[in-house]
C-alpha cells in the first residue's frame, strides 16, 4: 500500500502537453484499492520559478530547497496538473517505481498550498481524496498497521 508523501519516479511520464519524460512524481493522498492514486509532478528546471521557499499560491508552485528533503537539488512541486492513476497500475507498471518519501509535515504543507492554489479547479473527487474525513484516515492507518501483524 503507497501513502502520502511517498516519491516515484516514473521514466515514461506522458504530460497533460502530450509530450513524455523523467519524472518524479509526489502522492497526495493515500488511496484505498478503489481510489485512485493522486500525484504531481516535480521539476528541477529553475527558468523563471522563484527561489521562495515554501508555497507560492500565485504561481501554484511549491519550492523545495536542495538537501531539506528527499530531493538533493532545487526542486518546484508543480501543483496545476494533477495526475490519477490506479493502485494497480502504480504497482505493476515498470516505469513507476517508489524512490522515497516525504516528510508527514512537508506533505501537509504541500496538500495545504495546492487546495489554496487550486481549489476552484478541483474536482469533487480530487478534494475528497486530498482532504478525506478524518475517519477515514484512522480506518486506512487501523487497517494498514493491522497487515503488519
Known sequence: MHTRGNIFHHKDLVFKNGF???KYLIL???PSKDEPCL???TTSQKKDKPETVGCQVRRSLFFIPSGKSFFQI???VQLYELYRFSPG???QSRD????GELGAD???QIVKCLLQAQYE????IEKDLLQPPIQDSLEKLKARFNKKK
Open 20 to 22: 513524455t519524460g523523467n
Open 74 to 76: 532545487n526542486t518546484w
Open 106 to 108: 512537508l506533505i501537509d
Open 28 to 30: 497526495l493522498n493515500t
Open 121 to 124: 479547479d478541483l474536482s469533487k
Open 96 to 99: 513507476i517505481k517508489k524512490v
Open 89 to 91: 497500475h502504480v504497482n
Open 39 to 41: 500525484f504531481v509532478k
